[in-house]
């Protein structure tokens, strides 16, 4: 199985160690996409317009300056490193060493520094979104669609894969639709349905939980993972199209 997250806006830098040794990161193959990225994101970083470019307030500068050092800062776990409402609400550091070999081996984040990084991977915290457009790079979403294709094919493989992404990642890999499920948050009050936006990410992070931590087989179809989210949650499956996922609905009490 494969679960697909973004990473969280708000990051926590590590205190000390080493720094981010690129040829030790998952997906091997991004090392030289990674550098220009990287690169590209130092120079503009520095450039007096950078919060500008990088649609970020004067109280993230000084995220932004630490973007012009990447290659010695500390790094750290990813799923340190982002700290975010989903990562808290999935919280790694309470689950059990089985669950968190689970954790490792099943998630993937997508960056739009990294490219894709494991969830054990150790990076730098950053400053950068999906959306953003560098120079000599462009729309990070772009650049990096061709190559998270080729990158995370064998990854997702044929198993089931489960998107947890909000829509300006998803706009960056597209996995193959037939056995893909995105995971959506909706509330309903008087047979109104509607749709959770910020609060998703916290709900996203206890499915993404519960998938770890349940005891049994991993779910292998969106059909069993249907039934995995109707152990916690009121929830519908709806079916995908060939170029559409599957849907997930986790379904809240308004």
Not at 98 to 118: F, M, P, T, Y
Not at 129 to 142: E, F, I, K, N, Q
Not at 242 to 254: F, V
Request: proline share 6%; hydrophobic share 45%; glycine share 10%.
């Amino acid at each position: 199985m494969l679960i697909l997250l973004p990473p969280s806006e708000g990051k926590t830098a590590a205190a000390g160690g080493t720094a981010v040794d690129l040829s030790s990161l998952s997906f091997p193959e991004l090392e030289i996409a990674r550098k220009q990225v990287m690169e590209a994101l130092a120079a503009v970083s520095g450039r007096e317009d950078a919060l500008t470019l990088l649609g970020v307030g004067a109280s993230l500068a000084d995220d932004v300056d630490r973007n012009r050092r990447l290659p010695a800062e500390p790094a750290a776990p990813a799923h340190r490193v982002y700290s975010g409402v989903l990562y808290e609400a999935l919280g790694y550091p309470t689950l059990t060493p089985a669950q968190r070999r689970k954790a490792d081996e099943w998630i993937v984040v997508v960056s739009a520094l990294w490219g894709a990084v494991g969830f054990g991977d150790r990076i730098p915290a950053y400053r950068l979104s999906m959306s953003t457009a560098l120079p000599d790079v462009g729309r990070l979403a772009s650049f990096w669609k061709p190559l998270l294709g080729e990158a995370l094919a064998e990854r997702a493989g044929e198993g089931l894969v489960v998107d947890c992404r909000s829509s300006t990642y998803a706009s960056a890999y597209a996995p193959p639709a037939a056995q893909t499920v995105a995971v959506d948050v909706f509330t309903e009050r008087a047979g109104k349905r509607t749709v959770v936006s910020h609060f998703a990410k916290h709900h996203r992070g206890e499915f993404v939980r519960h998938l770890l931590a349940r005891r049994g087989k991993a779910p292998d179809s969106p059909e069993a993972l249907l039934g995995v989210a109707q152990e916690r949650w009121n929830a519908e499956l709806r079916g995908g199209t060939g170029r559409k996922p599957h849907s997930l609905g986790l379904i809240l009490e308004g």
